[in-house]
């Protein structure tokens, strides 16, 4: 062959095997997309599909939001509710105890405007959907201008589960940054349906629901800004942090966390990140003005905290058989495994460093908390703010075993631990989303009377009704 023939003909096979590498890269990415469609239609399905809801603290979230949306105004004067709303000091008095016969409890007279207690940042970022919803004839309140509790619990259910479902397909994309598709797949299905995501924030808005997705977002930015061996967009990691605080006051555990990361090591955007966060906190206290007559609202500076509690609290919330999260989501249990093993090689240490403080300070804070079980929840509720941390753990986890030099695979025997506490975890987490009568267990007999409830093995929440049924 003439060598101009050869020379053509190489460049030829060339060009085709890179067709052929860029064809598998599509063809790849096509893969991770369908997975992810196939994801969130089934988390979403799942989520609305089970039974278990309940609005209590969220109540009244989505008519502040159509308030804000069609009154432009944060008070809620001109709607009725179940019960008179009368000046109780409830948003103006955080050491105050609610009173259990003022049954909107939710709601409070300040100056004579009826304000929601509880964060507004959650009504805040609802707005579009909820503007959407009002396009299909769903209003929270009638024509009349009566409060309408089940059009309110219809906005929440289906914005909580599409919030949740959303997610998990962050979680998904988040791990493919340093892993194959099948433990993504894992991750992120065992975040969605093996943690408090299935039986707390994506039954109603609670205000974890929003922190969560937030959160979810913010660790998809870091993770994929270190890979990239880039600083993080400042404005963005600012603006999300902003909100994190906005919908949940424990926002203020990642912002200081994330403000020590970047000024150690993104320093170069260190300004923007600060004069970002200034801004929005600007308007956050603008907006706390016009509608509690506050600076900060009070919610914000509860100060009930005690250091009496921990030594009772803190065992109860890692352990016990009804409150304690290694026991509501076991897969952790593997997932700090292979962090303490595989340590020494796990990428992006110091992503790793970060949420284990993140975790920490929220699981000492929530031990301090005097209601540190939560109320009439499910499981470790309260801790619910760490999920998006966990869940970057778990990426790293299985990172960090990937990378080790005894072997690139997982043993037989990981895999049947991992499987086997990640079904347990998924189980465990189904019976609250599911089961009525993890629901009842709460005022079976008071658990905000008898807190001490959470440590009796013999009728443990994850477990009501069918020791019952046993038994009888």
């Known amino acids: 062959m003439h060598p101009r023939r050869r020379h053509r003909a190489g460049l030829g096979s060339r060009s085709l095997c890179l067709r052929d590498r860029g064809f598998d890269i599509l063809r790849d990415r096509s893969i991770e997309r369908r997975i992810g469609l196939w994801l969130f239609i089934v988390t979403v399905g799942v989520f609305l599909l089970s039974p278990i809801w309940g609005l209590s603290d969220a109540r009244y979230t989505m008519l502040l939001s159509d ?73 929270p309140y009638d024509p009349d201008g009566h409060y309408n509790l089940a059009n309110e619990e219809l906005i929440q259910r289906l914005l909580a589960a599409l919030l949740m479902a959303g997610f998990t397909i962050v979680v998904f994309r988040t791990a493919l940054l340093v892993l194959s598709i099948t433990p993504a797949v894992l991750i992120a299905v065992g975040t969605a349906f093996g943690s408090q995501v ?31 061996a880039d600083s993080p967009r400042p404005m963005i990691v600012a603006t999300l942090l902003a909100w994190m605080y906005f919908v949940r006051p424990t926002g203020a555990i990642p912002i200081i966390c994330v403000t020590v990361y970047t000024f150690l090591f993104c320093r170069s955007g260190f300004m923007y990140y600060a004069l970002t966060g200034l801004a929005w906190f600007t308007g956050f206290v603008i907006y706390s003005w016009f509608t509690y007559e506050k600076l ?42 292979l962090l303490i093993r595989y340590w020494t090689t796990i990428p992006y240490a110091r992503l790793a460093i970060l949420s284990l403080s993140i975790v920490t300070i929220q699981t000492v804070l929530v031990a301090l908390w005097p209601v540190w079980w939560g109320g009439y929840s499910y499981g470790p509720r309260l801790l619910a703010d760490a999920i998006p941390w966990l869940a970057l753990l778990a990426i790293l986890g299985c990172a960090a075993r990937l990378r080790s030099a005894n072997n690139a695979k997982f043993s037989r025997a990981e895999i049947a631990t991992a499987l086997s506490l990640l079904a347990l975890s998924i189980a465990i987490n189904g ?37 019952w049924k046993r038994k009888n």
């Open 67 to 139: 308030s804000i949306l069609l009154d432009h105004s944060t008070h809620l004067n001109r709607y009725q509710f179940p019960a008179p709303i009368q000046e109780s000091s409830r948003c103006v008095s955080p050491t105050g105890p609610v009173a259990l016969s003022y049954t909107p409890y939710q709601l409070d007279r300040i100056d004579g405007n009826v304000a929601f207690c509880y964060p507004n940042g959650s009504s805040i970022l609802s707005i579009p959907f909820v503007g959407a919803m009002n396009l299909l004839g769903v209003y």
């Open 198 to 228: 299935w039986s707390t924030a994506s039954r109603v808005m609670w205000a974890h629901t929003w922190l969560i997705f937030l959160g979810g977002l913010l660790t998809y930015e870091l993770l994929r800004r270190e890979r990239n």
């Open 431 to 467: 019976r609250g989303a599911i089961s009525v009568a993890t629901a009842t267990w709460n005022v079976e007999v008071d658990i905000d009377r008898h807190p001490e409830r959470v440590w009796n093995w013999s009728n443990p929440q994850f477990m009501a009704g069918v020791l």
């Open 296 to 337: 900060i609202p009070d919610y914000y500076l509860d100060s009930r905290i005690s250091i009496n509690s921990i030594a009772t609290a803190l065992p109860a919330i890692l352990i016990s058989p009804s409150r304690g999260l290694f026991i509501f989501v076991p897969a952790l249990i593997f997932v700090f495994y």
